[in-house]
């Protein structure tokens, strides 16, 4: 059975490993071109790719956070917002420790090329997957986070229409019941 979700998850994955590809192959490239273990240390470079994703990880905590204090909502609506931004503050804790992780093996591999040792190209080809799959979780969760907030403009654009009708109601009733002269 080829549901819709079953293949949106299979290209979710498809995508996830072209990712890791992708960075995996960048860095095993960087180490075979940098081979020269006094060469290895504009490697460093990968590890500062770590901030961004982490700093990118930290503005979407912050909104995550923003978001639960929304008015006007049904007791319904409020626990699923509740229960969406639970789980994505989950995900992105699992995602900065990726991230720091990632950087750990990387500051490894860059500690082992300097003593010109030979599995440093796993150690690269590793890094260099992990900051892919990294990279792909990040983009993710602020695809999801971009989702969470339609969901609260939504909500704000409803009680602003309610305000509005309330407003268009009162001075009708105003109208209706001021003395004639």
Same mark, same amino acid.
């Given at each position: 059975?080829?549901?819709?979700?079953?293949?949106?998850?299979?290209?979710?994955?498809?995508?996830?490993?072209?990712?890791?590809?992708?960075?995996?192959?960048?860095?095993?490239?960087?180490?075979?071109?940098?081979?020269?273990?006094?060469?290895?240390?504009?490697?460093?470079?990968?590890?500062?790719?770590?901030?961004?994703?982490?700093?990118?990880?930290?503005?979407?905590?912050?909104?995550?956070?923003?978001?639960?204090?929304?008015?006007?909502?049904?007791?319904?609506?409020?626990?699923?917002?509740?229960?969406?931004?639970?789980?994505?503050?989950?995900?992105?804790?699992?995602?900065?420790?990726?991230?720091?992780?990632?950087?750990?093996? &990387? %500051?490894? #591999? *860059?500690? $082992?090329? !300097?003593?010109?040792?030979?599995?440093? +190209? @796993?150690?690269?080809? &590793? %890094?260099? #997957? *992990?900051? $892919?799959? !990294?990279?792909?979780?990040?983009?993710? +969760? @602020?695809?999801?986070?971009?989702?969470? #907030?339609?969901?609260?403009?939504?909500?704000?654009?409803?009680?602003?229409?309610?305000?509005?009708?309330?407003?268009?109601?009162?001075?009708?009733?105003?109208?209706?019941?001021?003395?004639?002269?």
């Amino acid at each position: 059975m080829n549901t819709p979700t079953k293949r949106w998850m299979e290209s979710q994955v498809f995508l996830a490993g072209l990712s890791c590809l992708f960075f995996a192959g960048v860095c095993m490239l960087a180490s075979n071109v940098l081979g020269v273990p006094d060469r290895a240390t504009p490697l460093w470079t990968f590890c500062v790719i770590q901030i961004a994703p982490i700093t990118a990880l930290g503005i979407l905590f912050g909104k995550l956070t923003d978001i639960r204090d929304i008015d006007g909502l049904t007791r319904t609506e409020r626990r699923r917002l509740e229960s969406l931004v639970n789980s994505k503050i989950r995900q992105l804790i699992f995602l900065i420790a990726f991230h720091v992780v990632a950087g750990l093996i &990387l %500051a490894l #591999a *860059l500690y $082992g090329a !300097s003593f010109g040792r030979p599995a440093v +190209a @796993y150690a690269f080809t &590793l %890094a260099g #997957a *992990l900051i $892919g799959l !990294s990279v792909y979780f990040t983009v993710s +969760a @602020y695809v999801d986070v971009k989702h969470i #907030a339609a969901f609260k403009t939504k909500i704000a654009d409803r009680t602003r229409e309610a305000k509005a009708r309330a407003s268009v109601m009162a001075k009708l009733i105003g109208k209706r019941d001021a003395p004639k002269a």
